[in-house]
Each structure stands twice: as C-alpha cells, then as structure tokens.
C-alpha cells in the first residue's frame, strides 16, 4: 500500500534559519506529491505539489524536489520567519489502484520558528 | 463567501446524543470528503463522494453516516459515539475524485469533543 513518512518534531528553529523537513513515501503507482500547511485553528491549504520525476513545486519562499530514485520530496526553505510556524504535512495521490483514494498523508511536521 | 465552510467549529456531546456535522464548498467542485485528525496519527480518510455517489468507505463504524444530498453540501451524521472518536473533522473537496493530480480545498474543522 501506499505510505508517508516524516520528521515529526517538533522542529524548533530561529528566525532567518534554513529549513529542511524530510519526506519520504511509498507507492504501488506514479504518484502526485504534495506539501499542506495547517495553521494554528485552522484546515489544512496546499502549500506547494510536484506531479512527476524531477519538478521542483514552490510557494512563498518554500520549495520541494520530486526525487523518484530516492522516493523522497524534502520541503525547504531558506530564511524562516515567525508566521511560518505551524503543521507541515507530506502527502500523495496514487491513481494506480483505480479508486477514489483522496491523500495518503504523513503524521505531520510541527514547525516552531523562534523570533 | 468562497471555500470550503464546516459548522459547527466545536462540538460537545455525550455518548447517547446524535448531532451532524456540515460542510458547503463554494468552489464548484464534484468530490467531496470527510477526514479525521487526531494527535499523532496521519490523517484518517473516512469517506469521499464523486458527484454525491459515495466512492469510498474506509471501513469507519457505522456510528458515523455521512450524507451528500448534492455536489455542494456533505454531513456527518453522529450517534452512539465513544470518547476515543473525539478528534477535528475535515471537510474537504476537488475537483475530479479520478483526477489524482486535483489538489484537496480543507474548511477549518469541526473539533468534536465526547463526554
């Protein structure tokens, strides 16, 4: 079956630091990959998604690389600001099965960025 | 309003009441979905609706029935419930169920408490 795994933390950084939060997964197909970001009281938004071997997604300064030989889509960062603090979450979305699967996703990254 | 909307933000009720969960998507969307979070575990798909055709039923206890009477609205309807189904309730929808590529639109969730 399907599976996403990550870094759970916390993940406690200084304001400016460089971010890297792993991701790795498991799929029987080809699958979609995404990044979701939940703030604080809120759903989760899409923060940034990459469909094939190789693309590189990218939203407000985040950005992650589709690497199918290490079956890993790690999300970065540069410089952290305080408003990035929240919970990162790693999905995909694997059509191979045939069935309306929705997203596997990741247990979640709590991101704490310290002024 | 845009989005997708859940009411209510909180609910507490204890094992013996029943109460629904809503969602409304002004997105023009045809899938649907409900999703449970809770502390530690990776998001939870309990069902998703194609064009108000339930597509999938993870295996949730029948305690929970969802309802999508049209391709806007969806409910959780709740009864008998046991303290370990507290947890926040997603709503969420896409495009195309089939279109695995399609990104997931979250509400802000229903925290459900059960006393």
């Known amino acids: 079956g399907n599976s996403v795994t990550q870094m759970e933390g916390p993940v406690t950084l200084s304001e400016e630091a460089f971010l890297t939060i792993n991701c790795t997964y498991t799929?029987?197909?080809?699958?979609?990959l995404f990044w979701y970001v939940q703030y604080p009281g809120e759903g989760l938004q899409l923060l940034l998604k990459a469909t094939k071997a190789d693309d590189k997604g990218s939203n407000k300064g985040f950005e992650a690389t589709y690497r199918k030989e290490t079956t890993s889509f790690h999300l970065e960062k540069g410089s952290v600001q305080v408003s990035d603090s929240a919970v990162y979450f790693c999905a995909l979305s694997d059509y191979s099965g045939g069935g309306a699967d929705g997203l596997t996703f990741g247990k979640g990254t709590h991101l704490i960025i310290q002024p | 309003e845009t989005g997708v909307t859940q009411t209510p933000r909180h609910l507490v009720m204890g094992m013996t009441n029943k109460k629904s969960l809503k969602c409304e998507q002004h997105?023009?969307?045809?899938?649907m979905y409900w999703y449970k979070q809770s502390a530690k575990k990776p998001l939870e798909l309990m069902f998703v609706y194609s064009l108000e055709e339930r597509v999938e039923n993870n295996s949730v206890p029948s305690r929970f029935s969802p309802e999508c009477p049209n391709s806007s609205h969806l409910f959780l309807h709740l009864h008998t419930l046991q303290p370990e189904d507290s947890a926040l309730y997603l709503c969420?929808?896409?495009?195309?169920?089939?279109?695995?590529?399609?990104?997931?639109?979250f509400g802000n969730g229903t925290r459900l408490t059960v006393t």
């Open positions: 799929a029987t197909g080809y699958p979609s």
């Open positions: 997105l023009g969307h045809n899938a």
């Open positions: 969420a929808s896409s495009q195309d169920a089939a279109n695995y590529n399609s990104p997931l639109h």
